[in-house]
Nanobody, 114 residues
Framework: QVQFVESGGGLVQPGGSLTLSCAASRIIFSSYTMGWYRQAPGKQRELVASITTGGYAVYADSVKGRFTISRDNAKETATLQMNILKPEDTAVYYC????????WGQGTQVAVSS
């Protein structure tokens, strides 16, 4: 079974930065588009950024210009660099493969608050 392990979350003040990491296993990582999702309390999970096997990135309007997604196929990891964080970015963040959703990991909590 495919496994994703997310890390790097925490509490940060508005305007701050965090870097999230996703380690994948039991998957041919280089063959899949990777995505970062988030789920805020009381809201549906949403896709905030994705990156194709060739490195083409797409972002939700709410994070465009602030978040950067990247991948390292050799290490089978995906990274989400988050800058200029806002309180509305508070959520649990997950990674997965958007085209064929796999089992969800535990996610990593991001809290943006002063």
């Amino acid at each position: 079974q495919v496994q994703f392990v997310e890390s790097g979350g925490g509490l940060v003040q508005p305007g701050g930065s965090l870097t999230l990491s996703c380690a994948a296993s039991r998957i041919i990582f280089s063959s899949y588009t990777m995505g970062w999702y988030r789920q805020a309390p009381g809201k549906q999970r949403e896709l905030v950024a994705s990156i194709t096997t060739g490195g083409y990135a797409v972002y939700a309007d709410s994070v465009k210009g602030r978040f950067t997604i990247s991948r390292d196929n050799a290490k089978e990891t995906a990274t989400l660099q988050m800058n200029i964080l806002k309180p509305e970015d508070t959520a649990v963040y997950y990674c997965n493969t958007p085209k064929i959703i796999q089992s969800w990991g535990q996610g990593t909590q991001v809290a943006v608050s002063s």
